[in-house]
């Protein structure tokens, strides 16, 4: 499963020594977080591809080039947002409340793995793997609408159109797989780079959550 954390009350840390200790910190766990991401990529992309290739040649499904798939828009641009007219300590407050809010309420509707959804669903055609999908993207689709509603300081725009866009290219993915019907190999291509989608969505919101720590000077 995909683990969030959001933002909410942080001690900031102000020593130089603490601060570069939590810096190395940092670039310890990324390397670790990447590494085994890698490994679930790589383990994804080999039972996905054995679940297609038995699906096309005891189906004889169709094979299918993403033209052919229906694209759900995936890159937002700061027209697409709601940016404050003035920014002060008080607006960027409201902003972080909001934002963990929809953040903790994205957490706690995520739906499970749906790459192992996708291959049980291949085998079995269970509708209740088929609906974890679902339930993914309408848990995406809602997250997008809700960020692109709320009013963003214009120093947080530019990190916030990042989180909009990450998520949207997660949107875009778990969409080609839930079309594992009528294009099982964008299905399954989709799926091997869900992970990866997964990550991103998470290096948005780190940057996000940086920014909130240690926010520009502003009456």
């Given at each position: 499963g995909v683990y969030l954390w959001w933002l909410g009350n942080r001690t900031v840390l102000t020593e130089a020594q603490k601060?570069?200790?939590?810096r190395?910190?940092?670039?310890?766990?990324?390397?670790?977080?990447?590494r085994r991401m890698?490994?679930?990529?790589?383990?994804?992309?080999?039972?996905?591809?054995?679940a297609i290739t038995n699906?096309?040649?005891?189906?004889?499904?169709?094979?299918?080039?993403?033209?052919n798939s229906e694209i759900i828009k995936s890159q937002y641009t700061l027209d697409d947002i709601k940016i404050a007219e003035k920014e002060t300590v008080t607006t960027r407050e409201v902003y972080k409340n909001k934002l963990k809010n929809v953040l903790t309420t994205f957490s706690n509707n995520l739906s499970g793995d749906e790459t192992g959804a996708l291959v049980a669903y291949m085998e079995n055609h269970a509708p209740e793997e088929f609906q974890i999908i679902l339930n993914s993207?309408?848990?995406?689709?809602?997250t997008i609408k809700a960020l692109t509603g709320m009013l963003v300081p214009a120093s947080a725009s530019?990190?916030?159109?990042?989180?909009?866009?990450?998520?949207?290219?997660?949107?875009?993915?778990?969409?080609?797989?839930?079309?594992?019907?009528r294009e099982p190999l964008i299905a399954t291509e989709s799926a091997d780079r869900r992970q990866k989608a997964y990550y991103l969505v998470l290096t948005a919101i780190g940057?996000?959550?940086?920014?909130?720590?240690?926010?520009p000077t502003t009456s």
């Open positions: 601060a570069e200790e939590a190395q910190l940092e670039i310890k766990q990324a390397q670790e977080a990447r890698e490994e679930q990529i790589r383990a994804v992309s080999t039972s996905t591809r054995a699906a096309i040649a005891t189906k004889k499904a169709p094979l299918a080039t993403l033209q993207k309408t848990n995406l689709d809602n530019f990190l916030h159109i990042q989180l909009v866009n990450s998520l949207a290219s997660l949107r875009q993915i778990i969409y080609n797989m839930s079309q594992v019907d940057a996000l959550d940086r920014y909130l720590q240690n926010p």
